[in-house]
């Protein structure tokens, strides 16, 4: 996964993510605001640029400072590749399985591969 920090990398991307409105509102919202100073201290992740299949948000792992908050440790997700995002839950340190966290995203399946990956990992998924 590739972090993306450039602005003008950022702004290309909301610009394709408000194409995709209303599946891309919850991730949308982060990289906006990322891209316009970050006060929360999120970072953008993406499977490739400039052609994502895959864009993911989520606390630098830096700030994590509670593993079992929930609601600090949330990530966003969209993905316009299925495939690409069942590879990522399964296969990369991406998510902190190890901590409690909370995904949002809107799309269709989204919730079946996250319970499919805990499941894999032998974890309780709420």
């Known amino acids: 996964m590739l972090i993306l920090t ?5 702004q290309r991307l909301e610009e394709a993510l408000r194409r995709s409105l209303p599946t891309t509102l919850p991730v ?3 990289v906006m605001t990322v891209a316009r100073g970050n006060p929360a201290a999120h970072e953008v ?5 400039p052609h994502f299949g895959v864009v993911l948000t989520r606390l630098r792992p830096e700030e994590h400072r509670d593993p079992r908050d929930f609601y600090t440790n949330q990530l966003t997700v969209y993905y316009r590749d ?16 190890t901590r409690a966290f909370q995904m949002q995203g809107m799309q269709e399946g989204m919730y ?6 805990a499941d894999a990992k032998g974890l309780r998924l709420e």
């Open 45 to 49: 992740l993406v499977d490739s640029w």
């Open 6 to 10: 450039c602005p003008g990398q950022l």
């Open 112 to 117: 079946e591969a996250v319970r499919e990956a």
């Open 82 to 97: 299925e495939g690409a995002w069942r590879a990522l839950l399964g296969g990369t340190q991406v998510v902190g399985w």
């Open 28 to 30: 949308l919202g982060t």
